[in-house]
């Protein structure tokens, strides 16, 4: 007859049984798209947030073709599809932040021609008035430290949540504020001062 002690050491050393219901096991991470894929599928997107970024169009496409080259450099290493739109956001906010360091560069040494705006990606939809408002405003965001405008257009133009606005511009959510409000109270400065 076997004793109550070893019982309890066979009972105790048996797997424990584990219930699961329908749609409780965690989904397998859906694969990555083909390099033709991810460009179809996201490329507006991008084209969209760059544009909003350098407001310039000129500069957009351009920024999709760096972000995409980095893209398919690196899209084998995401294991979600879930994360590829997040994922290509923060790409095309460092690449966006390039592009506007080199021409804050030009523009210091004369070089940069600010003839361009933002007519080209203005929603043709728009009245005289909100077309002059966003020019002034991009005119406004020429003025400032790149990670200033980079923060204040995804946070007020792209609609993007405090948390999203500190992960893609890769701060702190509390810098992510101050270059935001430091942005916004300049860009009220130039637009009062026309």
Not at 154 to 173: P, Y
Request: net charge negative; with cysteine.
């Amino acid at each position: 007859m076997p004793e109550s002690g070893h019982q309890g050491d066979v009972r105790s050393a048996r797997p424990a049984l584990k219930l699961v219901g329908p749609g409780d096991e965690a989904a397998p991470p859906a694969p990555v798209p083909t390099a033709d894929a991810l460009f179809r599928a996201y490329s507006g997107y991008v084209a969209q947030v760059a544009a909003r970024l350098v407001g310039r169009d000129g500069d957009v496409d351009d920024l999709v073709q760096e972000v995409f080259m980095v893209a398919l450099r690196g899209v084998e290493q995401l294991r979600d599809a879930a994360a590829i739109k997040g994922w290509l956001a923060t790409v095309t906010v460092r690449a966006a932040r390039r592009k506007l360091r080199v021409r804050k560069m030009w523009a210091f040494v004369g070089l940069d021609d600010r003839s361009e705006g933002v007519a080209e990606f203005i929603s043709p939809g728009a009245s005289p008035e909100e077309k002059a408002m966003l020019s002034r405003v991009y005119a406004s965001l020429e003025e400032l430290k790149v990670e200033e405008r980079i923060a204040w257009t995804l946070r007020h133009v792209e609609g993007e949540q405090l948390e999203d606005v500190a992960r893609l511009c890769g701060c702190s959510l509390a810098t992510a504020k101050r270059r935001i409000a430091a942005a916004h109270e300049q860009i009220e400065r130039l637009l009062s001062d026309d």
